[in-house]
């Protein structure tokens, strides 16, 4: 089992940065991609950045050029720096954990964003 704890969330103006953070406990051995989803109220989750053991990334592409994910193997944290936030990008954000087989292996609570004036 692997847990995950997210911060950083809050309320941003338009144009405003934030940078969301997850920590991963448990099995962190077993952890191959970690990544961020976001849910908007009345909308499915969807995938906002991932990123491997290696360091390899994919972005959405509502996010691509704003967003930027990486990654602390040695502190088992994954980040979300967000840059340029719109109030589009409100919504719960997720950190994901997946194995080498591409399991999921855990989901953070979750951690609201709020880009409003």
């Known amino acids: 089992q692997v847990q995950l704890v997210e911060s950083g969330g809050g309320l941003v103006q338009p144009g405003g940065s934030l940078r969301l953070s997850c920590a991963a406990s448990?099995?962190?051995?077993?952890?191959?991609?970690m990544g961020w989803y976001r849910q908007a109220p009345g909308k499915e989750r969807e995938v906002v950045a991932v990123i491997s053991s290696g360091g390899s990334t994919h972005y959405a592409n509502s996010v691509k050029g704003r967003f930027t994910i990486s990654r602390d193997n040695a502190k088992n944290t994954v980040y979300l720096q967000m840059n340029s936030l719109a109030p589009e990008d409100t919504a719960v954000y997720y950190c994901?954990?997946?194995?080498?087989?591409?399991?999921?292996?855990?989901w953070g609570q979750g951690t609201q964003v709020t880009v409003s004036s």
């Open positions: 994901n954990a997946r194995s080498y087989t591409n399991d999921v292996l855990g």
């Open positions: 448990g099995s962190t051995f077993s952890i191959n991609a």
